[in-house]
């Protein structure tokens, strides 16, 4: 199955970004982990990153077009208020997980509400880039 995985704005920035809430490890040091295990599982994983909701919009869109057969996605902080954003995955077609490093539920009040979580299959939240290893094995589940 090939998994697309987008992450959106100022996930550029992991591994600098506030490192006690997200880590030390930037996003191609996750994403490297993350392809390794996603050949394990007979997966083929991409990413991609932007800052800009629009890019974000348009990937999803395409993802089905692209070869995709699922998405995860991590929105970042157009989570929570991008009713774009939340449409486009609504009717992208696939299966999508989407994932949050930290618990968005434990945060600031802004942070606990998720526009994007409703359209999604599952949502993955508080276990830091573990959360995108738990995608791919949640996929075996939601696809099958």
Request: include cysteine; charge should be negative.
């Amino acid at each position: 199955m090939k998994v697309l995985f987008l992450f959106g704005p100022n996930l550029g920035a992991l591994g600098r970004r506030d490192p006690d809430v997200y880590g030390s490890e930037t996003l191609p040091e996750i994403m490297a982990s993350v392809n390794t295990r996603a050949r394990d599982l007979g997966h083929a994983a991409e990413w991609k990153q932007s800052d800009h909701e629009g890019d974000l919009i348009g990937w999803v869109l395409a993802a089905s077009q692209d070869g995709a057969e699922a998405l995860v996605i991590n929105p970042g902080a157009l989570s929570h208020y991008s009713y774009a954003l939340r449409d486009a995955v609504e009717s992208c077609e696939l299966p999508v997980i989407e994932v949050h490093m930290s618990n968005i539920y434990a945060r600031e009040e802004f942070r606990r509400h998720s526009v994007v979580s409703e359209v999604c299959r599952a949502t993955i939240t508080g276990v830091g880039a573990g959360g995108y290893h738990l995608a791919l094995e949640a996929m075996q589940w939601i696809t099958s």
